[in-house]
């Protein structure tokens, strides 16, 4: 198996109109959703055999995320079906400002109820990448679940992604967020962070480069560090070195799942390279130019679509916007 995600799955609500707030929305898209479902939906687009490990509701809504899973391509035999708590809902807008405003609805919702011995060990143990985010370190069980499933997948030798996805909404006191996001971070080896996100995780630096830095002394076994800029494309960071990818050029619709997409992205070029003969553990930097302009296109793309996993593209769209730039 190319890639395991595990964590929530939910459908995302998204505001009909751009720059309005939630409460001026005159109405909602229904899309499936969740960061780890739809990194997993975006590498199995790209042409990644990928699978999901997470739980959602025995409901209409759960039943809908499922058959989307299916149809991206997406091994969804991990994906347990809940009969005593609902699937997860979010509603989306994105304001004037820029910013997206989210309404959570998880009283608690079923990702949040996954436990370890609900865990497909084996899946797990056979994954080349293993993606999970902070959400579902929130509280018990999911926590232990998911701490639990990133110890047999560095046991097995997966390469380990993480991503801090950091929803203040979702955490019941805001002093907890940096406490709970820390305890994804001895086990990665990739981490995805926007700008305003490495803030939180690398609270005690000033700069972009200290925080980074500060962040490879805390944490030994972590090789890369990617920070997103939205239309602005992304760095890369070893413990040698940066490079830069400037955004890609296009009509942006709805930026729910780009950092997702650019996960997925990343992760799946990433397995090319090694699929190529290169030696991904020991490459210089600089080899992995490729695979970060292919990210950053694939998280372009997405924003040119309402909802994450409708908009997560094929490997085809990526292709053909990276020759649209030669």
Not at 76 to 89: A, E, P, V, Y
Not at 211 to 239: E, I
């Amino acid at each position: 198996m190319d890639v395991v995600c595990l964590g929530e799955a939910l459908i995302d609500f998204v505001a009909l109109e751009a720059g309005v707030a939630l409460a001026q929305a005159s109405g909602f898209l229904k899309a499936p959703g969740g960061a780890p479902a739809n990194v997993a939906a975006g590498a199995a687009k790209l042409g990644a055999k990928a699978a999901f490990i997470g739980k959602v509701g025995e409901d209409p809504f759960g039943r809908f995320i499922a058959a989307t899973l299916s149809e991206a391509g997406v091994d969804t035999g991990g994906l347990i079906f809940s009969s005593d708590h609902r699937t997860g809902l979010a509603f989306v807008s994105l304001k004037k400002d820029g910013e997206r405003e989210f309404c959570f609805f998880r009283n608690p919702s079923a990702d949040m109820r996954l436990t370890a011995e609900e865990l497909p060990r084996s899946l797990i143990g056979r994954a080349q990448v293993f993606h999970f985010g902070s959400i579902t370190l929130i509280q018990e069980p999911s926590r232990q679940a998911t701490l639990e499933a990133a110890h047999i997948a560095v046991e097995n030798g997966a390469l380990i992604s993480y991503d801090p996805n950091i929803r203040l909404a979702l955490w019941p006191e805001t002093k907890a967020v940096a406490a709970g996001v820390a305890l994804g971070m001895p086990f990665a080896d990739i981490l995805k962070v926007s700008e305003e996100e490495l803030v939180t995780v690398s609270p005690r630096s000033g700069t972009e480069e200290a925080a980074v830095n500060d962040l490879f002394n805390r944490y030994p076994k972590l090789r890369w560090v990617a920070v997103t800029r939205g239309p602005n494309g992304a760095s890369l960071y070893d413990r040698h070195g940066v490079i830069h990818q400037p955004g890609f050029t296009v009509n942006p619709v709805d930026t729910t799942g780009a950092g997702d997409a650019f996960t997925a992205g990343f992760i799946v070029a990433l397995l090319d390279y090694r699929r190529g003969g290169g030696e991904i553990l020991s490459a210089q930097l600089g080899r992995f130019v490729p695979v970060l302009r292919f990210a950053c296109a694939a998280g372009a793309i997405t924003t040119t679509q309402k909802g994450a996993i409708p908009a997560m593209p094929s490997r085809e769209q990526v292709e053909q916007l990276l020759r649209s730039y030669r």
